[in-house]
C-alpha cells in the first residue's frame, strides 16, 4: 500500500487505481503519515480531483446561537441561503431560541426551512432529538480554542454535561428533525480519548441510523488527535457507523508534534477514505485551513457571531473567542488558498443551483452510493440536495429518462456525441446503451474525458470513444450531440458552433 500511495501523490492514474481498490484503514493512515508535509498536499489534491473525490470547495454556516433573538437567526439563515451556504444547524440553539419564544425547537426548524432552500446540517442531536446543554456551556467563550493546544479536557471541566431531562421532552419530534435535514453529523471523539467532550459511540450509532434510515447523508466529527492511533480510531469508528462525509477537528484537539504536516496527512488520508468524497473542517486555526484546503478540504465550517463555529475555524490562539464572525474570515481565506476552476471557490448560489440541475437531470435513484463502472456517480453532496427546497425549485428541460426516450424511438441516430464528461454523461451513455452503436465523450479536460471513457468501457458494452476535447469535431462526427453541462454559461459555450445540439437545460 506504501508503494501505491507514493505513487498517487505525483502519478494520477496510480491515484484512480488507488481510488477503486478496497482499501483497509489500517495500512492508509500508516502510509500517509509517513509522508513529508508536500507530499500528503499533493496527494489530497489528487483525491480532490473528479470522479475521485469532490472538487468544490465552500462554506457551511452556524447560524445560530441560544441568546440570539429569533429575528436574528431568522435573518442569518435567510443570508446563508442567499449566498448559497449550507446551513449548519446546532440544534441545541434552535430548542433554546424556540423554548424563549415560546415554541417548540421543531416549529422553529420547520420556519427556517419555509425560508431557505439551501442543505440543513444538523449537529448537537441525540437519542431524543435536539442536545440540551447548561448554561455554563451555552455561554462559552471558547478557552480552549482563544489558548491553544494540545487538548487535555475542557478548560472549566464541563463538557459533556446535557440536560437529559429536557431533551426527553421533545422525543415526539426526534424523527421529524432529521427529516426535516439534508444531513446529519455525529461526534465519534469519544473512541479516541475525548470521552468527556462528545456522546458515547452507541448514541452516535443510534443517530447514525436514524439519519439512514431516513436517507440522509452522515457526517462524522473526528479529532486530529495525536494524528497517527487516535485518527486510525476515529476513522475506523466512522466507517463503522456508515459516515459518508469525514470533518476533521483540529485546534486544541490537535495534539500532534508538528501540527500542521498532521493536519495536511489527517485531510489527506480522509480524501482516500472518504465513502462520500467530502471532507470538511468544523474547528481548524487559520494555519491549519490553509494547509488543508491545500491538502484538499471540501467545506470549512464557520458561524456567526455568538455561534461557536464563528471561532473555532479561521483564527488563531489568542484570538478565537465568542462573538467573532468567521465567515467573512473563512471565505477571504479560501479564495487566497484555492485556485478556481470551473466553478468559484468557495461555491455560491449559482453552483448549487447547477449540481441540483445535475441531480435532477440523473434522477436521484441513479446517484452516490449507486455506482457506474468502478465509482460512484457524484458524491454525498448529490444526496444532502434532493431533500432540499431547491432541488424541487430548479427546473431541466430534459432528464436521462428523456433522452432514453427518444433514443428508444430512434431519435438520435446511432452515434451520440455527449459533450461534457462528467457525472451527467455517465448516465446518459447507460441510459443510451442498446439503443445506439457509439458514445463519443468530449471535454475540454482531457483527464476527465480519460477516466471517464474508461470507466464507461469497463461498465458498457457498446463503443465508447475519446473526442479529443474538441467538441466541434466531436459532434461533426455524430448523428446527435448532447450538451451535458448543467452550468449555463458553460452550457452555452459548448453549444457555440454545434449544429442542432440537444441541451438538457
Not at 208 to 217: N, P, R
Not at 266 to 284: D, E, H, M, Y
Request: negative net charge.
Amino acid at each position: 500500500m506504501l508503494e501505491i500511495i507514493r505513487e498517487a501523490v505525483h502519478d494520477p492514474d496510480a491515484a484512480w487505481e488507488l481510488c477503486r481498490m478496497k482499501k483497509d484503514p489500517a495500512e492508509i493512515v500508516s502510509s500517509v503519515t509517513g509522508l513529508e508535509r508536500d507530499e500528503a498536499v499533493s496527494l489530497g489534491n489528487n483525491f480532490k480531483q473528479f470522479p475521485l473525490g469532490c472538487d468544490l470547495t465552500e462554506i457551511f454556516v452556524g447560524t445560530c446561537a441560544s441568546d440570539m433573538e429569533k429575528i436574528d437567526i431568522l435573518g442569518n439563515c435567510q443570508l446563508s441561503d442567499a449566498i448559497g451556504a449550507s446551513i449548519h444547524v446546532c440544534a441545541y440553539a434552535f430548542a433554546d431560541i424556540a423554548e424563549a419564544h415560546g415554541m417548540k425547537g421543531i416549529d422553529l426548524y420547520r420556519e427556517v426551512r419555509e425560508l431557505t432552500e439551501v442543505p440543513l446540517d444538523l449537529d448537537h442531536f441525540g437519542s431524543f432529538g435536539p442536545m440540551r446543554l447548561p448554561k455554563d456551556i451555552i455561554g462559552c467563550q471558547g478557552q480552549c480554542y482563544n489558548t491553544g493546544p494540545p487538548f487535555s479536557g475542557c478548560p472549566r471541566d464541563r463538557i459533556h454535561s446535557r440536560l437529559l431531562d429536557k431533551e426527553k421532552e421533545a422525543i415526539a419530534d426526534r424523527e421529524e428533525w432529521v427529516k426535516i435535514s439534508s444531513s446529519v453529523a455525529v461526534n465519534v471523539s469519544c473512541v479516541q480519548g475525548a470521552q468527556g467532550h462528545a456522546a458515547p459511540l452507541e448514541e452516535a450509532r443510534e443517530i447514525a441510523e436514524l439519519a439512514i434510515k431516513f436517507g440522509k447523508v452522515v457526517e462524522a466529527i473526528l479529532f486530529v488527535g495525536d494524528g497517527d492511533e487516535d485518527l486510525l480510531r476515529g476513522f475506523t469508528a466512522a466507517l463503522e457507523l456508515g459516515a459518508d462525509v469525514f470533518v476533521i477537528e483540529g485546534g486544541p484537539f490537535n495534539c500532534a508534534k508538528n501540527r500542521l504536516d498532521a493536519f495536511a496527512r489527517a485531510v489527506a488520508a480522509a480524501r482516500i477514505l472518504a465513502p462520500g468524497k467530502v471532507v470538511a473542517t468544523n474547528g481548524a486555526y487559520e494555519d491549519e485551513c490553509r494547509i488543508g484546503l491545500r491538502a484538499g478540504l471540501n467545506a470549512i465550517i464557520t458561524g456567526f457571531p455568538k455561534n461557536h463555529h464563528g471561532y473555532m475555524c479561521g483564527y488563531a490562539p489568542g484570538t478565537a473567542r465568542r462573538g467573532n464572525f468567521g465567515l467573512p474570515r473563512v471565505l477571504r481565506i479560501i479564495r487566497e488558498e484555492v485556485r478556481s476552476g470551473q466553478t468559484r471557490a468557495p461555491i455560491m448560489k449559482e453552483e448549487v443551483e447547477a449540481l441540483a440541475r445535475a441531480v435532477k437531470i440523473v434522477g436521484p435513484e441513479h446517484v452516490y452510493p449507486e455506482k457506474i463502472g468502478d465509482c460512484a456517480v457524484g458524491d454525498a453532496h448529490w444526496v444532502c440536495l434532493q431533500s432540499t427546497p431547491l432541488y424541487r425549485r430548479v427546473r431541466v428541460g430534459k432528464t436521462a429518462a428523456d433522452i432514453s426516450a427518444m433514443a428508444k424511438e430512434g431519435l438520435l441516430g446511432d452515434t451520440v456525441a455527449l459533450l461534457g464528461g462528467r457525472f451527467v454523461s455517465w448516465v446518459l451513455a447507460r441510459e443510451l446503451e442498446g439503443y445506439v452503436d457509439r458514445i463519443i465523450i468530449s471535454d475540454t479536460d482531457p483527464r476527465v474525458e480519460n477516466v471517464t471513457v474508461e470507466n464507461l468501457r469497463s461498465a458498457l458494452r457498446m463503443d465508447i470513444e475519446q473526442g479529443g476535447s474538441d467538441d466541434l469535431l466531436s459532434a461533426n462526427r455524430s448523428d446527435t450531440a448532447i450538451v451535458c453541462s448543467t452550468i449555463p454559461s458553460i452550457n452555452r459555450k459548448i453549444s457555440l458552433g454545434v449544429r442542432n445540439p440537444i441541451s438538457l437545460l
